[in-house]
């Protein structure tokens, strides 16, 4: 897209000026917070006690205190098992499914099958835990269905607590992996499969070969904004299990607010704020590498 | 149609598929039964079944003003100002980054996207610290502002996306006959881009309108607080006693988020246009 | 390494600019801003301080009473007054505090001392000496004013445990007397009826930690936090002997089914629901349950008074003083950062007084600390809290007020959970939070044994 390069430096300010209300907003709101993030994970910072009064460097203290806590581990591998279960196999695969099989069908079909996927995505993240509280409660409707085939009832909050935020955050953020599929399959040529099929490839193979080749770049993009929402995922596991039952949904985000917040220890909460930015810019690098978007095809 | 019945595989496949889309559409529907009946069954509680009754009496007890409707205002207001100007600096900002060679275009576009993969509770603190001593604590106007520069850096990338897929010859024409940059992205671009623009602007507004942690340490006054923060005290204070009529309020903070989207995608031809902007 | 000294300078220049409050407050003197909680069933505070705003303000013309309600719980309140707190320009002249932070705000530097103030009030006198240890802070100054207090003991249905064959009323002298009461009540009824709720676990949180544990500890001789020596207690004989008591309560099937007590919400269920539909005999629970039954509640259930009752918790073989407490208590404290502090004392004496204080205990089912309320026709006649649990602010016990407390207190939780979903035997929940706690404060700062 190299399409303009010609101009003094009077001519290339002129050409950046556009960018300047994202920039300005962007450093204006999140330049102080982060910098402040990043030397508060050094400090004993709180939010009162003595230390609020006489904040000190204490090197790297936290870190060090984040590698001995089992808390911490524990929320790690939660936050990896959450993200791997709930955004990477759970709404990737779900998405690529739903736009695979929607894919030739008729117009209702569709458009039913995306209102009804959409739908649980535009619920606000608040009322789409309160839905999933009422589904899965002991006395909850997904129990009443249970029941009518003679299960037990059980407090699937309790009994399968992970299984249970997996699962909300599976329905509620699958119509934005099923839109960007849809969008990308709409650009893959259909002769293409049709030569494939020709040469015998059987429906899977040319799913395999021809078209998720083609998709990889798509894939890739989803991927990492998908990873990118999903360990900051907060307020649907705070509303669902508010991190428990003992501690067994306590992803980073909510060892976080707990630490910083609740105990008002913000030197140790920014600690594991920027060891899930560590996390998340892990996997991140694995799409990235893996798939490279950025390639040119 | 004809070579799915001349073909008794395909058939077979076809209704297997449709069996397989029915199956996921209920699973998609049947969590959302309980928000529906309990709305308007008199005696609701976290069973989903088939209302006792028919009532309107949870609608009645929550569309009060101080309930309903001042906090959807403000949600409307605080997220709705938010995707305009998320929409507005994203497609300023993804101009320059699609138009021209900028060598720290991918660099820019990476830090500012993981930047804000920190997640907002843990900057909060700093943000309020900030908000006080700039005296914009309880701020309406500067909760929206904070609230689009935190969905710009998805904003950037997804228009920038967006905007390399609108060929870049047009505008090489509009500059030959002598049109200003500025004039070429009025006239030329921004009509071309106005699907992306609207699909940035909804996924802003999903984004921003559940949100509650933001508005709650940003803002003080009761008169000023959006639905979200509302929805969620409610249903901290009453959720396990007053189930219809959270449901009840729950329908209702719902409903215009889903209004504006099938507004969106009704505009857009009934399809939510995201072709092209996936591509890194 | 030598971009040190730039990311240095740089994070001090963010850190100054956004954490150090720099400017000079823009606060004007006759503004006094109150900060209070107004949640859930409690409104007590907003009453009294709409009260307050309207007279006051009639009273000095020149003066504003801007009120700060914040409708959050107990801990999001105590956040958002930190974060207040923390912001010179923004930190409240009168903060309605939890006696029980007193000392981290403290020390944080948050609140300024009243002394002096306290010694020129007339009223000072009624005020019962009991209530001075609480706002007292380690420095030995005086920080706050109690508005009340409350305490906790046994809540039960006359009704079930008469009709279980126990003799009503009801006066346990040792926990086994309690355990025995529980055990008829499950003959009679079965599954039917709940015989009794002990709070426990990490959803429940503080619940868990004050109406359950520490009723338990208090009454056994031994405790959280040795108040003389300045250490944490872990590995005591009662430590072990209340998280039996946790055991057989749970593992006899005499409490609530783990699922159920595990619920964030099972305070409001019992108290709502459980409780009035008789589903619940016996419950170790707050003085101000009434507040879930009274008229203006969200389930009114004006019978209450013909079933519950109330019996103080007795100590673990009913040795001295033969019953046991745990108390809160809420008070006024005078922001450091007011710019008006005379006016600010001034306002705070006003919510104080005795006509106000009156309002407050009423409302918010909050035994008073003042003699001439207590003793007041007017409260009397509309005293919601049982004369038994009144009486026990005598024995009660109050948490240690320590910054590593909440800490402390989740590892508490946390050892109860374990062992009512039968995860470990009392004794490994004891080590475990042995280790736990001298992780927390230190293992200097601990005494084990």
């Given at each position: 897209m190299a399409a303009v390069t010609a101009g003094g430096p009077r001519a290339a300010a002129l050409r950046l000026l556009p960018l300047a209300p994202a920039v300005l907003l962007l450093l204006a709101f999140f330049a102080?917070?982060?910098?402040?993030?990043?030397?508060?994970?050094?400090?004993?910072?709180?939010?009162?006690?003595?230390?609020?009064?006489?904040?000190?460097?204490?090197?790297?203290?936290?870190?060090?205190?984040?590698?001995?806590?089992?808390?911490?581990?524990?929320?790690?591998v939660l936050t990896a098992v959450f993200l791997l279960a709930s955004g990477v196999v759970g709404q990737t695969a779900l998405g690529l499914v739903l736009a695979l099989l929607a894919r030739h069908r008729s117009a209702p079909v569709r458009g039913a099958v995306t209102v009804v996927v959409v739908g649980a995505w535009v619920v606000p993240e608040v009322v789409a835990g309160f839905v999933w509280v009422a589904f899965l409660e002991r006395e909850g409707t997904l129990n009443a269905l249970l029941g009518a085939v003679g299960a037990a009832p059980q407090n699937w909050l309790y009994t399968a607590p992970m299984l249970a935020v997996v699962l909300a955050n599976v329905w509620k953020g699958t119509a934005f992996s099923m839109m960007t599929y849809a969008a990308g399959l709409a650009e893959v040529p259909t002769d293409l499969e049709e030569a494939a099929r020709v040469d015998g490839a059987g429906r899977l193979q040319v799913l395999w070969h021809v078209v998720l080749p083609l998709l990889r770049r798509t894939l890739a993009t989803t991927l990492l904004l998908v990873t990118l929402q999903t360990v900051q995922v907060f307020t649907l596991i705070y509303v669902m299990t508010a991190g428990?039952?003992?501690?067994?949904?306590?992803?980073?985000?909510?060892?976080?607010?707990?630490?910083?917040?609740?105990?008002?220890?913000l030197g140790y909460g920014t600690a594991v704020a920027l060891a899930l930015l560590v996390v998340a810019g892990l996997f991140s690098a694995v799409y990235i590498r893996a798939l490279r978007p950025e390639e040119v095809r | 149609m004809t070579r799915s019945v001349s073909s008794p595989s395909r058939a077979a496949a076809s209704a297997a598929a449709h069996l397989a889309l029915a199956v996921l559409a209920a699973a998609f529907l049947v969590p959302l039964l309980w928000l529906v009946f309990a709305a308007v069954d008199p005696r609701a509680s976290l069973r989903a079944r088939p209302p006792s009754g028919l009532t309107l009496d949870h609608f009645r007890a929550v569309l009060t003003p101080e309930t309903v409707f001042v906090p959807v205002g403000n949600s409307l207001l605080l997220c709705g100002g938010a995707a305009l100007v998320t929409v507005a600096a994203s497609v300023l900002a993804a101009y320059p980054l699609s138009r021209y060679t900028l060598r720290f275009r991918r660099p820019f576009l990476y830090t500012v996207l993981f930047a804000t993969g920190l997640p907002l509770t843990a900057i909060m603190v700093p943000v309020y610290s900030m908000f006080v001593q700039a005296g914009l604590l309880d701020s309406r106007f500067a909760t929206m502002l904070f609230l689009a520069a935190s969905s710009l850096p998805f904003g950037i990338w997804l228009t920038k996306n967006f905007l390399d897929g609108v060929p870049v010859e047009l505008e090489e024409a509009a500059w030959v006959d002598g049109a200003s940059a500025w004039q070429s992205l009025r006239f030329l671009v921004v009509p071309l881009l106005a699907p992306g623009m609207?699909?940035?602007?909804?996924?802003?507004?999903?984004?921003?309108?559940?949100?509650?942690?933001?508005?709650?340490?940003?803002?003080?006054?009761?008169?000023?607080?959006?639905?979200?923060?509302?929805?969620?005290?409610?249903?901290?204070?009453?959720?396990?006693?007053?189930?219809?009529?959270?449901?009840?309020?729950?329908?209702?903070?719902?409903?215009?988020?889903?209004?504006?989207?099938?507004?969106?995608?009704?505009?857009?031809?009934?399809?939510?246009?995201?072709?092209?902007?996936?591509?890194? | 390494m030598r971009r040190t000294p730039i990311s240095l300078s740089a994070a001090a220049l963010a850190a100054a600019l956004t954490a150090a409050g720099c400017g000079a407050s823009e606060d004007d003197p006759d503004t006094i801003t109150v900060v209070y909680q107004d949640y859930g069933t409690f409104h007590a505070a907003d009453t009294l301080f709409r009260k307050v705003k309207e007279e006051f303000e009639a009273a000095h013309p020149e003066a504003t009473v801007e009120l700060r309600p914040i409708e959050a719980p107990a801990e999001d309140y105590q956040t958002q007054v930190n974060l207040m707190n923390g912001s010179p320009a923004e930190a409240p002249d009168v903060i309605y505090e939890d006696t029980f932070t007193i000392n981290q705000d403290v020390e944080a530097g948050y609140l300024a001392p009243i002394d002096d103030y306290w010694a020129a009030w007339?009223?000072?006198?009624?005020?019962?000496?009991?209530?001075?240890?609480?706002v007292t802070a380690l420095d030995g100054h005086r920080y706050g004013v109690m508005l009340?207090?409350?305490?906790?003991?046994?809540?039960?249905?006359?009704?079930?445990?008469?009709?279980?064959?126990?003799?009503?009323?009801?006066e346990?002298?040792?926990?086994?007397?309690?355990?025995?009461?529980?055990?008829?009540?499950?003959?009679?009824?079965?599954?039917?009826?709940?015989?009794?709720?002990?709070?426990?676990?990490?959803?429940?949180?503080?619940?868990?930690?004050m109406q359950g544990f520490q009723m338990l500890l208090s009454g056994t001789g031994d405790t959280l936090y040795d108040e003389d020596a300045r250490e944490w207690r872990t590995g005591t004989p009662g430590f072990l002997a209340s998280l039996e008591f946790v055991r057989a309560v749970y593992a006899e099937g005499l409490a609530l089914d783990p699922r159920d007590a595990?619920?964030?919400?099972?305070?409001?269920?019992?108290?709502?629901?459980?409780?009035?539909?008789?589903?619940?005999?016996?419950?170790?629970e707050g003085s101000w349950a009434t507040q879930s039954w009274i008229e203006s509640a969200n389930q009114p259930w004006p019978e209450w008074a013909d079933t519950m009752r109330f019996a103080p918790m007795p100590t673990r073989e009913g040795q001295d003083p033969g019953a046991t407490s745990m108390s809160g208590g809420w008070s006024l404290a005078l922001g450091s950062a007011s710019t008006n502090p005379d006016l600010a004392w001034e306002v705070m004496a006003h919510a104080l007084n005795r006509e106000n204080a009156t309002l407050f205990a009423v409302e918010g089912a909050q035994i008073p600390l003042r003699d001439d309320v207590a003793s007041s026709e007017e409260f009397q006649a509309a005293d919601p809290t049982p004369d038994a649990a009144a009486d026990l602010v005598d024995v009660t016990h109050f948490r240690p007020a320590y910054g590593d407390y909440p800490r402390v207190s989740l590892a508490i939780q946390q050892a109860m959970e374990a062992v009512m979903l039968g995860d470990a035997t009392p004794e490994e929940a004891a080590a475990a939070y042995a280790d736990e706690v001298a992780g927390v404060v230190g293992p200097d700062n601990v005494r084990e044994g």
């Open positions: 102080g917070p982060i910098v402040w993030t990043v030397w508060a994970s050094f400090t004993n910072a709180a939010l009162t006690g003595a230390a609020a009064a006489d904040t000190r460097f204490v090197g790297f203290a936290n870190f060090a205190r984040l590698l001995a806590d089992p808390a911490f581990l524990d929320a790690t428990g039952p003992g501690g067994r949904t306590t992803t980073l985000p909510l060892l976080m607010y707990q630490e910083a917040l609740r105990f008002g220890d | 609207a699909v940035v602007g909804v996924f802003t507004l999903v984004a921003t309108w559940g949100n509650f942690f933001v508005p709650f340490i940003l803002l003080k006054s009761p008169d000023r607080l959006p639905a979200a923060v509302r929805v969620y005290t409610f249903f901290d204070q009453y959720g396990t006693v007053r189930y219809g009529e959270l449901a009840a309020f729950s329908l209702v903070y719902t409903l215009p988020v889903v209004v504006l989207y099938l507004a969106v995608s009704r505009a857009l031809g009934g399809r939510f246009a995201l072709g092209g902007a996936m591509k890194g | 007339p009223d000072a006198e009624q005020y019962h000496a009991r209530a001075d240890a609480a009340g207090t409350d305490t906790r003991g046994l809540w039960y249905n006359a009704d079930l445990l008469e009709r279980a064959g126990v003799a009503v009323p009801w346990p002298a040792t926990w086994d007397e309690v355990l025995e009461a529980a055990r008829a009540v499950k003959e009679e009824f079965g599954a039917e009826v709940t015989p009794l709720n002990v709070y426990a676990g990490t959803p429940a949180g503080e619940m868990a930690s595990l619920n964030p919400a099972v305070g409001t269920l019992n108290n709502e629901e459980r409780i009035p539909a008789g589903e619940l005999a016996i419950s170790l």
